[in-house]
């Protein structure tokens, strides 16, 4: 049995990875936190009020990571303002990390996984964990030696902090690998306003799209002379991600580095 603690538990996915927890045969939650909580154990509260076991809730990662001893997995899910503070804790206090939250840079994962070196312990980042999204990225890797004109569109609910996703950003650092730089559109092409054209990474276009009722969705479309491709995925609900998390927290257990992307697990 794998003892799981969950960071951001209030949230919409802390939320659903709650409930997934709960009710999985080989992870046992230990403890969540959540730095706003006005109580103290999860059966306090109506939703997790079936819930027979009394499972602490806590505001601080330190006071989680002190009082519960027998952690193994820490479940993120907060916010990229607190997200690296979490993670480095979580790892130092020998727990190992499953992170959901998006905003780490390139930076702080190589601190957070000279870290993990440090201590030997197994950890993922992730910027998605739909099974679906990895097959995108991979599709659309192998699709963009063929067709190196292309624009990714990502759409996500409106509470989403960061923009782009870091799923449409792991998407262009996946596609940059097989693809020469191309500079697309007009070369006298000019925007009426500003940002029209959507963020440019290496040559290619980035659109975030942000409305109420949108989950996790993102296309990938390609133009060719005469024809064109789109590869898309879409998260209808927030338990389209859920099998990744559960695969993740029992892979971790096995390996002795940090790595970005569930790909690197399935």
Request: charged residues 20%; negative net charge.
């Amino acid at each position: 049995m794998i003892n799981v603690l969950i960071a951001g538990y209030s949230g919409k996915m802390g939320t659903a990875c709650t409930s997934m927890v709960l009710n999985h045969k080989n992870l046992n939650l230990v403890g969540v936190i959540d730095r706003h909580s006005k109580v103290t154990f999860l059966n306090e509260i109506p939703v997790y009020s079936t819930v027979i076991s009394t499972i602490p809730v806590f505001n601080s990662p330190k006071k989680a990571l002190s009082s519960v001893k027998n952690a193994d997995v820490w479940i993120d899910f907060t916010s990229p303002d607190v997200v690296f503070e979490n993670v480095k804790t979580a790892i130092e206090a020998g727990v190992r990390p499953v992170v959901g939250t998006t905003g780490i840079s390139t930076e702080e994962f190589e601190q957070l996984a000279d870290v993990a070196d440090q201590y030997q312990l197994g950890g993922l980042i992730a910027p998605n964990f739909a099974i679906g999204a990895i097959l995108m990225m991979e599709f659309s890797q192998k699709a963009a030696k063929y067709f190196p004109n292309i624009e990714i569109i990502e759409l996500h609910h409106d509470e989403k902090k960061d923009a782009p996703s870091g799923t449409a950003i792991k998407t262009a650092e996946l596609i940059s690998e097989v693809r020469s730089t191309v500079k697309q559109g007009a070369p006298e092409e000019l925007e009426q306003i500003k940002g029209a054209r959507g963020a440019d990474y290496d040559g290619m276009r980035i659109h975030s799209i942000r409305l109420p009722g949108l989950v996790a969705h993102q296309e990938v479309q390609f133009g060719g002379e005469g024809e064109g491709l789109i590869i898309r995925h879409d998260s209808y609900n927030r338990s389209s991600f859920m099998s990744g998390v559960a695969l993740a927290c029992e892979q971790v257990m096995e390996v002795n580095k940090l790595y970005y992307g569930l790909e690197h697990l399935l």
